[in-house]
């Protein structure tokens, strides 16, 4: 493959070409037309970007691919942002040289930043793309309405809020180039992947309150004023575009829109993470007891089959983390044939999965003993529960940044010297992608809480080649006395008590955990049958006497 990009290259007087592994709506939704990195690299991660020259290859990753990167593809690996990114490295070394790419896979705000920095950029047109990297043509999802039983709100009621800012912008009409919010506001669903159910379209919506889906022939917008979201738009949409109209950088409304469940909406999600949080006790008490013949891949079968017993499960939210021993020290692992480990191979076993259910989208990870585990995992695992319940009993205002939640699950591992790698929490869609924005819980949100927020509360911590632990549960703000927010638990599912030093907790987290686990024998364990129940006592046990 590597002497056909540089033969292409040469043909196209090119110095350098970018093979993302982005769609042509920018997201990593992987359809069979667009599997260019992987042709390109060898490398199978959801994520990356490579640039090849006549004698460079390079390979840019984040911090879960790494390893994988290295293993599959032989050219030479940067983790994004520790070694480099992209834009960076490009900026110092192709400077002043031709650089092919595909205009539909980047986005129109990085097109014009490269530009700033007087980077060369060619647009390679499609065909020729398409000759370089073949593609099969894959097949049209069925496309299906989402009912407000679910959603709460009618699209004629989302298009005139859309319609209000539109009026307050002065503007003529909206470009929606992402699938998620084009999804949400026309209350529609596709079956394209279980993890990202979304429709793949553009949406063009006027300030008279008419929409319909974004034209080939874009002449239907000439000389109209329209936003557009530039970071969320490629620079193939941009481009036609801007022949035709005036175009003004606008960020996407839907976005915010979406960040803010309704009252319709936050009673599926209550419903759906009833029923998950069954289901993961169900799963623990399993575990319990087949600890000696499970394995990583068994762990993933299991809980598909006991999702499977709602009528509105439509498959799982993402892959499911089932990882035992140092598995789980990558935040993203993935089990395979040839890496599954046996659960009974080490102290402990991480699981971190969701389902996507019609009433709502789950995302939840706890950290458990098998055998044995060490004193310093113990004090490891304690930590990261004082970080998860210091968030969860955080006192919010409306218009808060998400600054405070973040900074209070860290502190304790800080204050000994240690940090997790990613953000405390993310945003969770309704029946759409696991991982929304806003809200994001991190230091640097620039995102405001409100009510009717959705999002992981998920510190962690990790040791590279030993173990990992995490614990998630999802949070939905809620509006309390005054100005205040409620951070109402979604999950009831138990911490592992085996693994607490309950020397190492105060008080107030100590009755934070009985009337946690109170709510499971509550809510929980009435459903759960005798043999269930007796096997997961040891996770739950303990908190009873604390
Ligand atoms: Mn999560």
Known sequence: ???????FLSDQKLDA????????????????????????????????????????????????????AKIESDYQVFEVPRDTTPSDWIIKNLKGKKIGYNPWQRSAQWVALMKQKEIDLQEIAWQKWQELFPQEKSKKP????????????????????????????????YVFTVPDSVSYILNKRSSAVSDYPVVFERLIVFNDGTYRELPADVSVLKNKAIGLDFALTPMGVYKKLKQVAKIVDCEDPAEKMKSVKNAVEQNNIRQATLFESKVICRFLAFVEQNKERLDELSCDQKLKELRSESPLYRGDSFDTIAAVGEHAARPHYKATPQSNKSVSEAPLLLVDTGGNYLNGTTDMTRTICIRNPTDEMKKRYTQVLKGHIALAMTAVQEGDLPTQLDQNARQFLRADGVDYGHSTGHGIGMYLAVHETPPTIHEKSPTPLKAGMLFSNEPAYYKAGEYGIRLENMILTVAGPGNTLILENLLWI????RLVITE??????????RS??????DRIYPDLSAEEQEAIKPLLDFFMFL
């Open 1 to 7: 493959m590597i002497d056909q990009i540089r033969r």
């Open 17 to 68: 070409v970018l093979v993302t592994r982005t769609d042509c709506f920018l997201g990593e939704y992987y359809p069979p037309e667009h599997r260019q990195l992987s042709q390109a690299t060898g490398f199978s991660g959801s994520a990356g970007l490579a640039v090849v020259t006549q004698d460079q290859k390079v390979l840019f990753v984040d911090s879960r691919y790494t390893e994988q």
């Open 142 to 173: 069925k496309v299906f309405r989402y009912d407000t039983t679910y959603c709460g709100e009618t699209t004629r009621a989302k298009i005139q809020r859309v319609v209000k800012v539109l009026k307050k912008k002065e503007l003529d009409a």
């Open 494 to 497: 138990p911490f592992d008590s």
């Open 504 to 513: 190492m907790l105060t008080e107030g987290e100590k009755e934070w955990l």
């Open 516 to 521: 946690y686990h109170r709510g499971i024998l």
